[in-house]
C-alpha cells in the first residue's frame, strides 16, 4: 500500500495490491478526478480529460484557453459559480451573501495511519503500518476558507476512506449548508443504481435500477439514518452480478440525516455525492473553527456484489467494530419481548430463563417495561429507575439469580427518548425537541430528547449508569422508536437551528462513546424498532443490531439479504420467534425459521414455557449446532447464491477463511406442483479437496461446477434445507 505524487504528471496515486485511486492537478489547479478501480501498477499520466469546447459551458475566469470548462471536467470536490452547474459537494454562505467560492489545489500530506475523526465514528487502524492517509488542501484565497479532503487506504482492502474538513481562516463566520463526506464522477459510463430502501419491519429491500439522466436523490430526513433509506449505494455495470462485473460501493459512517446525490449530465457522465442530509442543514462556522463531516467507506469490487461485500464485512470486523466483543462468538439470547410484551413478572422471567438454561441458550435479555412503572408504551421513558415490586425480588437479585443459573443477562433502554407522562418531563418539559408554542407531534406516544443538550445527556447517563453500576448487566439492547419531528433546541440561538439534527448525533456519539469506555465488558446491540438504524455509524459502538422487528422466517429473507450487502454478519440479530408469527401471521415451520436466524446471530424471541416436548429437543438441537458452528457462520466468507428478490427461493452459504468447512442453506417460499428442478452450485471451495457433504465425498471442483440437485421431494410451502461441508 502506498500513495504517491508524481510531480511530473501532477497526480496523486493511492494504491495498494487490489486498487487504484488517481487524482490530477489541472493547470487552473483544480483538483480533478481521474480513476477508482482495479490496481494499475503504473499510471503513465496519460489518461486525462480531453479539452474539448462545449457551447454554454464557460471557462473559469483564469482559463488559458476556451476548452478549459468545469461544466463537463470530472471533479473531485465540486462548488458551484464558476461554471460547473451540475451539483456541488459543498454549498456555503460567506458574509456577503455570496455562494461563490473557488477552491483550488494547494498542498497535501501523506500521514502513516489513519487519523480519528473528532466526535465522530470512523475506521481505524490498530498499528500505523495498517494503512496511510493522504490529505489534500484546496484554498479559496479571497474567503481564507481551506478544505481538506482526506483518503485512507487500507493493506489489502478494496477500500478507500474519506471525508472532508472545512477549515475557516477567515475573521467572519461562514454558513455551511452542504458539506459532503466525498463525491465522485464517473466517465461516461453506463451504471446501476443499487440501493436498500423499506419500511418498518421491511428494511433494506434491495432495488436496483438503471441511472438515467437527471438528478436522483436517496436521503433521510428523519434525524435517523432510517428504516427507508440506508445510507448506502452500489454503482455497478449493467451486467454486473453477485459474481462479476464492476461494484463500487459508498456507504456512510453516519445515523442521522444523509443524502446521496446521483447526476448523470448530457454526456452521460455521473456524479454520485454522499455526505450530511443538506435539506434543513445550516452550520455556522466561526473564524478559526473547523467542520468535520462523517466519513464516506468507498469499496470496489471487480467480481461483483458478493466480493464488494466480503470487503466490507471483514473491512467492518476488523476495522469498525471495537471493544471486547471484536471478531468474538456472539452469545444466543433469549428476549422476553415478543413471549411476554410488558406483561412479567419474576415467576413467568424465571421459568422462561430455567428453560432456557435446559436448551443451552446463554443470555437472558429483559425487554422494555422493567422501569418508572412502565405497563404499556404511554407512560414512564426517561425515568431509569426499576418499577419496584414488577420483578418480586428486584433486578439485582434476578441477575444474580440468572448468572447462578450460568445465563448472562441483559436489559433494554430507550434513552433517546421520553414520555410526556414521566417524572422527567414533568420536571423538564423543554428537554424535548419542539418549537416553543407549537404542539409536538407524538410517535408511539413519545417525544425525543434533545441529545444536543449536554445537560440531557449527563442526566440520562446518570440515570442509566446507577443502573449499570448497582446490577452485573452483561448486555444492553439499545433502542429507538420514533423519527424526529419539531427538530428545534431551545438552547440554540435562531441562527444555529439548522445545527440541530448534526449536533443531536454528535451528542449521541459522544454519550455512546463515553458509555462503551467506561462498561468495556458490556456487550450493546442497537435497535430503532428492529433496523431503523442498522448503519456504520453505529457498529463504531454497539457491534450488533436488531435487524427487524418483523421476525417471520420468510419476510426476514429478504430483510437479511438485503442488510447483507454492506453489513457483516456478526452485526445482524436475528430470532426465532412463535407461529402464527407476530408481524405477518404466517407459519413457518421450526426448522427454517431456525435456519433464517442462524444465518445472523442466532436468538430466540418466543415463550419457551408453551412449547412442546418435540419443539424444545429441536430448539436444543439447534441451539447446539449454531454453538458448534457459530465461528463460521458469524465471521465466515459469506456467498449470497440465489436472491429473493429475483423468485421464489433464495440460496447462501459461508466458508470457513480456510475454506475447509461451508455451510450452505436453501429456502423455498411457495411450493409448485411439476416445478422445474433447481440445481444449485456451491462457491469458494477449495478445488482440489474432497469435502464431506450429505453423507457422501464430493470434491470442490464438482460442487462449485456441476453442484447438486435440491431434493425434488422437498414439498410444502416456506421450506429450507441446510447442508454443512468438511473436507475430509
Ligand atoms: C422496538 C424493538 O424493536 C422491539 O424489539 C422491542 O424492544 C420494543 N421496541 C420494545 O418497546
Aim: aromatic share 12%.
Amino acid at each position: 500500500m502506498t500513495i504517491f505524487f508524481d510531480k511530473k504528471t501532477k497526480t496523486f496515486h493511492l494504491q495498494n495490491a487490489q486498487i487504484s485511486y488517481l487524482l490530477g492537478i489541472e493547470e487552473n489547479n483544480s483538483l480533478v478526478h481521474l480513476y477508482f478501480g482495479k490496481k494499475i501498477k503504473n499510471y503513465s499520466g496519460n489518461y486525462r480529460y480531453p479539452r474539448t469546447d462545449r457551447s454554454f459551458s464557460p471557462n473559469p475566469p483564469d482559463a488559458s484557453d476556451r476548452l478549459l470548462s468545469l461544466d463537463t471536467l470530472p471533479l473531485e470536490f465540486p462548488g458551484n459559480g464558476f461554471g460547473d452547474f451540475r451539483e456541488p459537494a459543498y454549498n456555503l454562505k460567506l458574509k456577503n451573501g455570496s455562494r461563490i467560492t473557488d477552491f483550488r489545489y494547494d498542498s497535501y500530506k501523506i500521514i502513516a495511519g489513519k487519523p480519528t475523526l473528532e466526535g465522530l465514528p470512523a475506521l481505524y487502524v490498530e498499528a500505523e503500518n495498517e494503512a496511510e492517509t493522504l490529505v489534500v488542501t484546496l484554498k479559496d484565497t479571497l474567503s481564507k476558507l481551506q478544505l481538506k479532503l482526506s483518503y485512507t487506504i487500507y493493506k489489502g482492502f478494496a477500500v478507500i476512506a474519506r471525508s472532508t474538513q472545512l477549515v475557516n481562516d477567515s475573521q467572519d463566520s461562514v454558513e455551511v449548508n452542504r458539506l459532503a463526506s466525498q463525491s465522485i464522477d464517473f466517465p461516461n459510463r453506463e451504471l446501476d443504481l443499487i440501493h436498500l430502501n423499506g419500511s418498518w419491519a421491511k428494511e433494506r429491500q434491495l432495488t436496483r435500477e438503471k441511472v438515467n439522466t437527471g438528478i436522483k436523490v436517496l436521503d433521510s430526513k428523519r434525524g435517523s439514518s432510517s428504516h427507508h433509506q440506508n445510507p448506502f449505494v452500489a454503482l455497478v455495470d449493467p451486467t454486473t452480478t453477485e459474481f462479476q462485473g464492476d461494484a463500487y460501493g459508498i456507504n456512510l459512517v453516519y445515523s442521522g440525516n444523509h443524502e446521496t446525490v446521483i447526476q448523470k449530465d448530457p454526456y452521460d457522465q455521473t456524479r454520485v455525492i454522499t455526505g450530511l442530509n443538506s435539506f434543513n442543514f445550516s452550520w455556522q462556522l466561526g473564524a478559526g473553527e473547523t467542520f468535520q463531516t462523517p466519513e464516506a467507506v468507498m469499496v470496489y469490487s471487480s467480481n461483483g456484489l458478493n466480493e464488494l461485500s466480503h470487503t466490507y464485512h471483514d473491512l467492518y470486523n476488523h476495522h469498525l467494530i471495537r471493544g471486547e466483543a471484536k471478531l468474538k462468538e456472539r452469545p444466543t439470547l433469549i428476549n422476553n419481548w415478543e413471549a411476554t410484551y410488558f406483561d412479567f413478572n419474576e415467576e413467568k422471567v424465571m421459568k422462561i430463563v430455567e428453560e432456557a438454561k435446559a436448551l443451552g441458550i446463554e443470555m437472558f435479555v429483559l425487554d422494555d417495561g422493567w422501569f418508572g412503572g412502565r405497563e404499556d408504551d404511554f407512560t414512564s421513558l426517561g425515568d431509569w429507575t426499576e418499577t419496584e415490586g414488577k420483578i418480586a425480588c428486584g433486578l439485582e437479585n434476578l441477575s444474580q439469580k440468572i448468572h447462578e443459573k450460568g445465563l448472562k443477562f441483559g436489559i433494554w433502554f430507550e434513552p433517546e427518548m421520553i414520555s410526556e407522562d414521566s417524572d422527567l418531563f414533568r420536571a423538564h418539559p423543554d428537554w424535548a425537541l419542539g418549537v416553543p408554542g407549537r404542539g409536538r407531534s407524538l410517535g408511539r406516544n413519545q417525544f425525543v430528547l434533545d441529545f444536543s443538550r449536554q445537560d440531557v445527556r449527563d442526566n440520562i447517563y446518570q440515570q442509566m449508569t446507577s443502573i449499570l453500576d448497582r446490577i452485573p448487566i452483561d448486555y444492553v439492547k439499545w433502542d429507538m422508536n420514533r423519527n424526529m419531528t419539531e427538530v428545534y433546541s431551545v438552547l440554540l440561538d435562531s441562527e444555529n437551528q439548522g445545527e440541530v439534527s448534526h449536533r443531536y448525533m454528535l451528542g449521541l456519539y459522544e454519550f455512546l462513546e463515553k458509555l462503551v469506555t467506561n462498561y468495556p465488558e458490556i456487550l450493546f446491540e442497537s435497535c430503532s424498532g428492529g433496523g431503523g438504524r442498522f448503519d456504520a455509524g453505529l457498529l463504531y459502538y454497539m457491534p450488533q443490531t436488531w435487524t427487524s422487528d418483523n421476525t417471520d422466517a420468510v419476510a426476514r429473507l429478504k430483510i437479511q439479504y438485503g442488510t447483507s450487502l454492506a453489513y457483516p454478519i456478526s452485526s445482524m440479530g436475528a430470532h426465532v420467534s412463535a407461529i402464527p408469527n407476530h408481524q405477518t401471521e404466517r407459519k413457518t415451520s421450526l426448522a427454517t425459521r431456525g435456519n433464517v436466524a442462524m444465518s445472523g446471530v442466532l436468538g430466540y424471541e418466543l415463550d419457551l414455557t408453551q412449547l412442546s416436548t418435540e419443539e424444545k429437543k429441536e430448539i436444543k438441537e439447534q441451539v447446539n449446532f449454531y454453538k458448534q458452528h457459530r465461528q463460521l457462520l458469524q465471521f465466515g466468507t459469506f456467498y449470497r447464491l440465489k436472491s429473493p428478490f429475483e423468485g421464489n427461493d433464495t440460496a447462501w452459504m459461508f466458508v470457513s477463511k480456510n475454506q475447509e468447512e461451508a455451510m450452505v442453506f436453501y429456502y423455498r417460499v411457495l411450493t409448485e406442483a411439476s416445478a422445474p428442478l433447481t440445481t444449485l452450485k456451491l462457491v469458494g471451495l477449495l478445488e482440489d479437496e474432497n469435502y464431506e457433504f450429505d453423507g457422501k465425498m464430493i470434491a470442490g471442483d464438482e460442487l462449485m461446477n456441476i453442484g447438486f440437485y435440491i431434493n425434488p421431494e422437498l414439498s410444502g410451502d416456506y421450506v429450507s434445507q441446510r447442508f454443512y461441508l468438511r473436507k475430509v
